[in-house]
DNA sequence: TACAATCCTGACCAACCGGTCAACTTGCAT
DNA sequence: ATGCAAGTTGACCGGTTGGTCAGGATTGTA
């Protein structure tokens, strides 16, 4: 995401644009470090606070005590709140496009989504508060992202979909809309960082154990094959 | 939802709370007319508002020139935005809870939950704000409808669930875990919904056509009764 | 040590937002 | 017509928030 940091960071003066001497290169280096150190330390408090309250609601002094920094620290790195929601989004997008690399005309058709489902359960299991975030923005009618998900993930939905496409062609599972299988995998694995609270409540607990989530990885994981005439 | 009217009223003076004579009625529903229009008026903008922005990226001047009124003729009948943003829910949470009926021990699995999908698929289309709305409470840990989550719906969902278990033993169906199975549903159906700038990205389109939604629909019901085991 | 670049931060501000209020109009029974 | 309750509204207010800035502290080089 070669756009992340053009965007997130500030104006410093003539940093980046200016010609360095090459025995600078060591200082530069220590001074990236603590550039990319701090980076990373807001970018992980926006994450969270972001993801409870959404953009709107986050506020950058909250954001900036859970970093552990004043407030006018975050604004040294991040010019606005909203090139810092940007940065946060980048990292979680990067998440995103993963885990399809199984998906192959010459993989097992089983396998392949199967461990696709997997992959993005456990995905939103690690990454819930990313999976918030991205389910935000999306619910706000994707004002930042739009780009991205009409270049990037739909040539990536795409070429999967060609791929199973030609499973059905050689016979190996029925032939289904690809692109809305995946809406149904994506829905199904997210809803369980997103809707987190009503699967709870539903549940009787108060939180989502290990157990129960394989539990539920392996039905839908069945539920998704066996939908798909793929044979199990 | 009884708790609706005494949490979006404002206090008008002894309104509601003195004794009223009789030949009075007349007068009161007259009054009334005027209330449950206005009203009506507000949660139609402040669904729309709230489904774009969220309960923080909404204000109160926004939703009132949706409506087509001065700010604080909101705050004349709606004493506060989160009375106004809690009367939007409940208004959300009555449209949940339906279209379960179908769900009986004596009906025939496939049709009910089939037609069950078709229901939920159509809600999502025609109330999309209305799905979007509760999408974000739940994204912001749900603090309004916490306990309407651990009473009815998770009453419902067990009711339902035993109907699903009795259909299992009685072999018309796979031995699933029945809740499960409820989660994916609402998510795969939901995220035409809450999820549209992305499905219509990959899509290539920009908006959802009625026949898209009904080969989503109809590939989702396939899914999930294959899926099953439910012999269609 | 001297310097320059980067990093850090307390104090401040303008804009915005939810909410209030007093004054006004409308609707309706008597 | 009269009076009162309900409805309506422009103007206003205090608190919050994103963002700024001047100046000090650190770091690393020559």
New interface residues.
């Given amino acids: 995401m070669p756009a992340t940091e053009s965007l997130a960071r500030a104006d410093t003066p003539r940093a980046g644009d200016v010609p360095r001497a090459p025995d600078s290169r060591n200082v530069m280096r220590r001074k990236e470090h603590i550039r990319s150190a701090a980076e990373a330390d807001i970018l992980a408090a926006a994450e969270t606070v972001f993801a ?6 986050a506020t950058m002094a909250e954001i900036a005590e859970a970093a552990g920094l004043p407030k006018a620290n975050l604004h040294y790195y991040f010019r606005t709140k909203a090139a810092l929601y940007r940065a946060v989004l980048d990292h979680t997008l990067s998440l995103w496009l993963a885990e399809t690399d199984g998906i192959r005309i010459d993989a097992d058709p089983a396998l392949a989504l199967g461990n696709y489902i997997r992959a993005k359960m456990r995905l939103t299991a690690t990454h819930r508060d990313a999976s ?1 975030v991205f ?2 923005e ?5 004002p930042h992202i ?1 780009k991205y ?2 270049t990037e ?2 040539a990536l ?1 795409d070429e999967k979909s060609r791929v199973i496409d030609h499973w059905a062609r050689k016979g190996l599972m029925d032939a ?2 690809a ?6 995998i ?3 694995t ?3 960082a ?6 709870c ?4 607990k108060t939180r989502l154990s290990r157990a129960e989530l394989e ?2 990885t392996e ?2 994981v ?8 793929i044979r199990g």
Avoid: C, E
Wanted: proline share 2%; net charge positive; glycine share 12%.
């Fill in positions: 409870r309250a959404g953009f709107s609601g918030r389910a935000n999306m619910l706000h009618g994707a739009g998900l009409r993930l739909k939905v289904i809309d692109r809305h299988l995946f809406f149904t994506w829905a199904a997210q809803t369980y997103d809707f987190q609270p009503q699967v409540a539903v549940l009787g539990r539920a039905q839908l069945r539920m998704v094959l066996r939908g798909s005439g």
